[in-house]
């Protein structure tokens, strides 16, 4: 295990972000996927909006969820976003480790077989637990606390967009940013890499979406990347977005804490 | 195999499923391009390993060891002194028509001396038992983390198999490679360098980077500055390199020196090479040594350089460039396996008893117009393995066996290898490119 190439740093941030967008998709799809069985296909309108996914309606649910979940040609399809995880993970094998990149692989083998519309939640479910198994083995494995730091920052950034799309509470999106903000501090130097600029952008998403708080949480870590004095975000606990800054957002929709209520299964 | 020498190899077979679940899980495939295709496909496995027992595999180390100090010894020579052309052991037109020979590195001796650090032998057993070497593979000989991560997956899926024989752990072949690679270093960390995810062995590179502890570099992530060799990290820190293990082609490696439309090359590479700044693993020219014509003379190399008389026998092979050999070859190329010397890889093989009539006349023409781009040999027939084919019955495979012998201050073997078998009954073809699969190679220790 060598220095960190920019090949290297980009290839680990966009591995956190692509798992965590399988990850956090398929939980999305799960409750989605549920609301469908009382309610048929509507239900992933919302959810096709949310991830700027184009909705068919003249589509069954079941090529509906084929072409969400398993259209390997659809850049937003869940199989992509495998694939280009999987694409990363291959290439960091020297940084990460054979026992640790083989869940990336797992999780790919098990959504290939995921495709048999009776067994599909409970396959997908291995893929949840394969993807949850990864990032625990990075956590507790031998990479350099550096090469963690990278993946995080690609995981929690990934985290922060699609929390927002989802419209979950401004609680859960503080916390990931204050994971973020640690991840942050762990790269040496996050002025040599597009950190900032990319902070920069999900900042204004995130404001556009009616999180302002965590929106400027997120805009200071963007100076602190590009060098700027270190501005520590509020500490945990601490109410930096207010519920009603959800109003904001200009997604139509239902409110964010009852689209993630609605997400996780519950609320109804 | 020897069967006495086995207990108990059932548990391999009857778990096949598991071993070939752990190998897909831990990525272990090749790639290949079909129709300018790029696709990766997982390599095939035998559970049923080749075995050679103790006393064998010592037998054949020393030959192996012999081969490879021989042809160290030609490289130094053929880019110094050419004293084996001058002694007219070789004939000169050997060496200057070999598209291995890279006249830009002449008289550049490489860091301590070493050409062939990693040798890939490839071999058959005869019917009667005897080794033969079909071929020097110096370049950049593939495989061996095949049978290293597969022998990891089967002592953890069938421990008792291992229990029951002594099988000698192949698990040093990291320690091996990074004791070759730290006897060369001029000074600074070790890099694999990759041309990328695109490449057949793409697994590889990032497996031996992951074990040696080097660092896997694609080209560029590499620089050349005043004739020194560097790693660049994110920041812009470069890190000095003090070798290169290169899994890209000599033509490649450098587009100032060599092939000018190369861009998986690393520019003023070899510049920094010849100042004696960084040692390239496997040196650059070594071609010339594992031309299948060369091959011929690898015998008379190891009486030439080290008075000693050769353990290994090559396959009897002929020189259509020769008069008498020519003459041999047209007469009986019906009977003949010849090879193209500029191809690799199971291609340019041709089986003279596979042709009609008219594809034997014209391979017969082709070889009278160009003598030095073939060689012939005699058909050896090798021993098949026991094997089971997909559905776990019993069978029996043609395979030969890629030894790997390694030179740092030593030239050691490796007590392990990759047996390559044929995917048909009766085939001899057995690379992983024409559908091939691959076995452990156990070597007992008693």
Not at chain 2, 274 to 282: F, W
Not at chain 2, 427 to 445: A, I
Request: aromatic share 10%; net charge negative; proline share 6%.
């Amino acid at each position: 295990m060598g220095p960190i190439t920019l090949t290297s740093a980009d290839q680990l941030y966009w591995l956190g972000r692509y798992t965590e967008r399988v990850y956090t998709t398929l939980r999305r799809f799960f409750s989605t996927y549920d609301q469908g069985i009382d309610h048929g296909p509507e239900d992933f309108r919302s959810f096709c909006r949310e991830l700027d996914i184009p909705f068919d309606p003249e589509l069954s649910t079941d090529d509906l969820i084929r072409g969400i979940l398993y259209d390997r040609d659809r850049p937003w399809s869940v199989c992509s976003s495998m694939r280009a995880a999987f694409g990363n993970a291959m290439m960091l094998r020297s940084e990460l480790g054979t026992p640790t990149t083989a869940y990336v692989e797992l999780a790919l083998i098990r959504l290939k077989e995921s495709k048999e519309p009776d067994t599909r939640l409970l396959r997908q479910r291995s893929v949840h637990d394969d993807l949850l198994a990864f990032w625990g083995s990075i956590e507790d494995g031998t990479a350099l606390p550096e090469v963690k730091a990278l993946l995080f920052t690609g995981k929690y950034i990934e985290r922060l967009d699609l929390y927002a799309r989802f419209g979950a509470p401004s609680e859960r999106l503080d916390l990931a940013a204050e994971k973020l903000a640690r991840q942050i501090e762990a790269i040496a130097h996050p002025e040599c890499l597009p950190v900032s600029s990319t902070l920069t952008w999900l900042a204004e998403a995130l404001s556009g979406r009616g999180y302002a708080a965590v929106g400027e949480k997120v805009a200071a870590l963007a100076a602190q990347a590009d060098g700027a004095a270190p501005v520590r975000p509020a500490g945990p606990g601490v109410p930096v977005v207010q519920a009603s800054s959800a109003g904001r957002r200009p997604v139509e929709g239902p409110a964010p804490q009852q689209r993630l209520a609605r997400a996780e299964g519950r609320g109804r | 195999m020897p069967d006495t020498l086995l207990h108990g190899l059932q548990p391999l077979i009857e778990r096949r499923q598991s071993i070939n679940e752990d190998l897909a899980r831990d990525g272990v495939r090749f790639g290949i391009y079909k129709n300018g295709q790029f696709h990766e496909q997982i390599f095939p496995y035998d559970p049923v390993p080749r075995v050679i027992g103790a006393d064998e595999f010592d037998l054949l180390a020393r030959g192996l060891a012999q081969r490879v100090r021989a042809l160290n010894a030609f490289l130094r020579d053929i880019y110094s002194d050419k004293q084996i052309v001058r002694d007219r052991v070789i004939p000169e037109d050997f060496i200057y028509s070999s598209s291995g020979y890279l006249p830009q590195i002449n008289e550049v001796m490489p860091p301590a001396g070493v050409y062939a650090h990693i040798a890939g032998e490839d071999l058959v057993q005869a019917e009667d038992g005897t080794w033969v070497v079909l071929e020097d593979n110096l370049r950049i000989p593939s495989g061996a983390s095949y049978p290293l991560i597969a022998r990891g997956i089967t002592r953890r899926i069938a421990p008792e198999v291992y229990a029951a024989n002594h099988v000698r752990d192949n698990r040093d072949y990291p320690d091996l490679l990074s004791e070759a690679m730290d006897f060369c270093s001029c000074g600074g960390i070790p890099v694999i360098l990759t041309p990328g995810r695109y490449n057949a062995a793409f697994f590889e590179h990032s497996y031996l980077a992951e074990l040696t502890g080097a660092a896997l570099a694609q080209p560029s992530d590499l620089v050349v500055d005043d004739n020194q060799l560097f790693f660049v990290d994110y920041a812009g820190e470069k890190h000095k390199v003090g070798v290169v293990y290169r899994r890209i082609s000599d033509e490649y490696l450098d587009p100032f020196c060599f092939n000018p439309d190369s861009v998986i090359g690393v520019p003023n590479l070899i510049s920094a090479y010849r100042a004696g700044n960084v040692a390239i693993v496997n040196a650059p020219g070594n071609g010339v040594a594992d031309d299948k014509g060369i091959y011929y003379f690898v015998p008379a190399m190891v009486s030439y350089y080290l008075g000693e008389q050769p353990l290994l026998q090559n396959a009897p092979t002929y020189l259509p460039l020769f008069d008498r050999d020519r003459a041999y070859v047209l007469e009986h190329l019906d009977s003949l396996v010849v090879k193209d010397v500029a191809e690799a890889g199971g291609y340019g093989v041709v089986f003279g008893d596979t042709l009609t009539r008219d594809q034997l006349a014209d391979l017969r023409d082709k070889i009278k117009a160009e003598p030095r781009r073939f060689i012939a040999q005699e058909v050896v027939r090798f021993r098949d393995l026991p094997s089971v084919d997909a559905a776990g019955n019993p069978c029996r495979r043609m395979a030969d066996l890629r030894a790997f012998v390694l030179t740092g201050e030593d030239t050691r073997v490796w007590a392990s290898g990759l047996t390559r078998y044929a995917n048909e009954p009766g085939s001899m073809v057995v690379n992983s490119s024409q559908g091939g699969g691959f076995k452990d190679t156990w070597v007992l220790s008693r």
